[in-house]
C-alpha cells in the first residue's frame, strides 16, 4: 500500500512530477512558483492540485518524516541510555561489593575489640560504615547527601497596576526614585480604615 505522498496509482508521471516539484519547494510553496518549475500554467497546476489532492498529501508527508524523526530520536535515545547503563552497571556492582567488604571489616573488628575487652575506636568503625552506606546508596543510584532547595520568587506588578497603586494611595515618584506622598486632591478624603473584630 502506497502512501499518499507517494505516486497514486491513478496519477501519470507527468502529474506525480509536478507534484515532486510543489512538494519540494518547502513551507514556503505555491502553485505559481511549481507552474513555472514545471513550464505549464497555473491553472493547470491548480487543477492537479484539486484532482490529486496536493495540501493532504504535503500534510501526510510531513507527518511521515515527523514520525520517522521521531522513531530515531527515540531509537538514539534507547541507544545512548543502554550504553550509558553499561559503563555505569559495572562501577556499581564494585561499590557494591566495596561496600559489603567495608561492613564486613567493622564486623571483625568490632568482634576483635568486644573478645579484645578494649574500648572500641567508634570514630573509625563509623567512618568506614559511612563510606560504606554511601557506596550502597551510589550503587542503588540513590542520592548520597540531601540538599535543601529554596526556591524564591520574586512577584512582579505589572505598569498598570503599579501606576493604579500609586494613584490609589497618592505616591508619587520623584526623579532620584524616591517616593514622596501628595496630599489628597481637593474635595476627596483619603481615611485610614482599620478592621476591628
Same mark, same amino acid.
Given at each position: 500500500m502506497t502512501n499518499t505522498f507517494e505516486q497514486q496509482p491513478r496519477e501519470s508521471t507527468k502529474a506525480f512530477a509536478a507534484f515532486k516539484i510543489y512538494l519540494d519547494l518547502g513551507p514556503n510553496r505555491s502553485l505559481v512558483v511549481a507552474a513555472a518549475k514545471m513550464g505549464c500554467s497555473k491553472r493547470r497546476m491548480e487543477w492537479l492540485s484539486r484532482k490529486y489532492d496536493w495540501p493532504a498529501r504535503v500534510a501526510a508527508r510531513d507527518a511521515h518524516v515527523a514520525d520517522l524523526e521521531r522513531q530515531a530520536i527515540e531509537r538514539l535515545a534507547v541507544e545512548k541510555a543502554v550504553e550509558w547503563w553499561q559503563l555505569h552497571e559495572p562501577a556499581r556492582r564494585q561499590a557494591w561489593? /566495596? %561496600?559489603? *567488604?567495608?561492613?564486613?571489616?567493622?564486623? /571483625? %573488628?568490632? *568482634?576483635?575489640?568486644?573478645?579484645?575487652?578494649?574500648?572500641?575506636?567508634?570514630?573509625?568503625?563509623?567512618?568506614?560504615?559511612d563510606l560504606a552506606f554511601k557506596l550502597k546508596q551510589f550503587a542503588a543510584g540513590m542520592p548520597s547527601e540531601i540538599k535543601e532547595v529554596h526556591n524564591l520568587h520574586a512577584g512582579k506588578v505589572s505598569v498598570e497596576w503599579e501606576e493604579a497603586i500609586r494613584k490609589a494611595y497618592q505616591v508619587e515618584v520623584l526623579p532620584d526614585g524616591h517616593q514622596a506622598n501628595q496630599p489628597a486632591p481637593k474635595g476627596e478624603t483619603i481615611v485610614d480604615a482599620e478592621v476591628v473584630s
Open positions: 561489593l /566495596e %561496600a559489603e *567488604e567495608a561492613i564486613a571489616m567493622v564486623r /571483625e %573488628a568490632r *568482634e576483635r575489640w568486644r573478645k579484645s575487652g578494649r574500648t572500641p575506636g567508634f570514630e573509625g568503625m563509623a567512618r568506614m560504615l
